[in-house]
């Protein structure tokens, strides 16, 4: 017990450290709860991709159909694009199961339930134990982690992550600038890494329970907290629109949204696929609600020449993306494309394609209304 005898500098300090613990045990309580109730979306849609009883009903159109009707019910953050990303959470991290309390297993689908006696012992190169996950690490660290698919990279960011309290921003910034690669590379590792946590920006437990993930999961709805994918969303549905209202020979067939392609052995998804009759080509549109960066465009031309490729056909023309980034202050349009020898088509399709300016004006309108 604490020692009564306050004075007035002791009452602030007393109740500032109250503050601050109550406000990181809810943090790791909500978060933990999230994590795990992705994690078990993930394992039933695993089951039901094993032994539904009508899944051929549904193939390749099952997390569409899925996702159409959990919006229904209202059930928050289960978009297409967020189900395949809990199917990819659950495959990564099985192990999560021992993670588990009494309760929670009692949730499990059927076929899941004996996966506990099924998994292999830890190894060193497991990374870090499946429960320190859990607990340490928000959700939104999870998904940076789990997409890598080395599983020797990933356990490197899980206990590098882990080891100097990451915030998310952090965790992408350290992963975008290659710590992992840089430090294979360097002779002395454990200098580099003592010298990268030294500057890192660590994570605040009010920051995280802000996240709007954990948002949208307590069902709290407010423009200052509206997710990235909701906003992105609204704004993909308005520049569908806006695309092919243009006219003048702007005249698409819309082909579809959050199109999932293979690319290796990961699935990537472009926000927009539209084939345009006069340029008689595919158009790929990326919408991303950051900064522009060089990985934005060059994830952009590996969508480009994976549809230059694999997609065109006989009398086709070479596909073009469109490249839309912003910082919800500024926008940016780029265009990609990819494998473009011959200047004439370059000029033919900056002609028919929508003017970067127009493009700009038009996203950060339709910002301004989201977010006012």
Same mark, same amino acid.
């Given at each position: ?9 002791? #009452? ?12 990181? @045990? ?34 390749? /159109?099952? #997390? /569409? ?28 991290? =099985? ?13 499990? =689908? ?33 998904? @940076? ?21 990451? /915030?998310?921003?952090? #965790? ?171 200047? #004439? ?28």
């Amino acid at each position: 017990m604490k020692n009564t005898n306050l004075d007035f500098k002791k #009452l602030i300090a007393s109740i500032h450290q109250v503050h601050d613990e109550l406000t990181a @045990q809810a943090s790791r309580a909500v978060n933990v709860s999230l994590t795990l109730r992705n994690w078990l979306i993930g394992a039933y849609i695993a089951e039901y991709e094993l032994n539904g009883a009508d899944r051929a009903e549904y193939g390749e /159109s099952l #997390l /569409s159909h899925l996702s159409e009707e959990l919006e229904r019910l209202p059930i928050r953050s289960c978009g297409k694009r967020q189900l395949y990303q809990y199917l990819l959470f659950y495959r990564t991290y =099985p192990e999560i199961v021992r993670s588990l309390n009494a309760q929670l297993q009692l949730l499990l =689908p059927q076929g899941v339930e004996s996966l506990n006696a099924k998994l292999r012992s830890p190894t060193t190169l497991s990374g870090v134990p499946s429960e320190k996950l859990v607990n340490r690490l928000a959700y939104t660290h999870l998904e @940076q982690i789990f997409t890598i698919a080395d599983e020797t990279k990933r356990a490197f960011y899980e206990m590098e992550c882990v080891r100097g309290g990451w /915030s998310v921003r952090e #965790l992408k910034r350290q992963i975008g600038a290659l710590f992992y690669e840089r430090t294979g590379l360097s002779l002395n590792k454990g200098a580099l890494s003592e010298l990268t946590q030294q500057s890192t920006e660590k994570s605040e437990p009010a920051l995280m329970i802000r996240d709007p993930y954990v948002f949208e999961f307590l069902g709290l709805n407010s423009a200052e907290v509206m997710s990235e994918s909701h906003l992105e969303d609204q704004l993909t549905d308005r520049l569908q629109d806006f695309l092919q209202e243009m006219g003048h020979g702007f005249c698409f067939d819309f082909e579809a949204r959050q199109k999932r392609i293979l690319i290796g052995d990961e699935y990537n998804f472009v926000d927009l696929v539209f084939y345009h009759r006069v340029l008689k080509c595919h158009v790929l549109v990326d919408l991303k609600l950051e900064p522009f960066n060089h990985e934005n465009v060059g994830q952009l031309n590996t969508y480009v020449s994976w549809y230059r490729k694999n997609m065109m056909t006989e009398g086709d023309n070479p596909p073009v993306g469109i490249l839309l980034c912003t910082d919800k202050n500024h926008v940016l349009a780029e265009y990609a494309l990819a494998g473009m020898d011959n200047s #004439l088509f370059v000029s033919k399709y900056q002609l028919e394609l929508p003017d970067k300016e127009a493009m700009q004006n038009f996203v950060e309108e339709q910002l301004k209304k989201e977010t006012e």
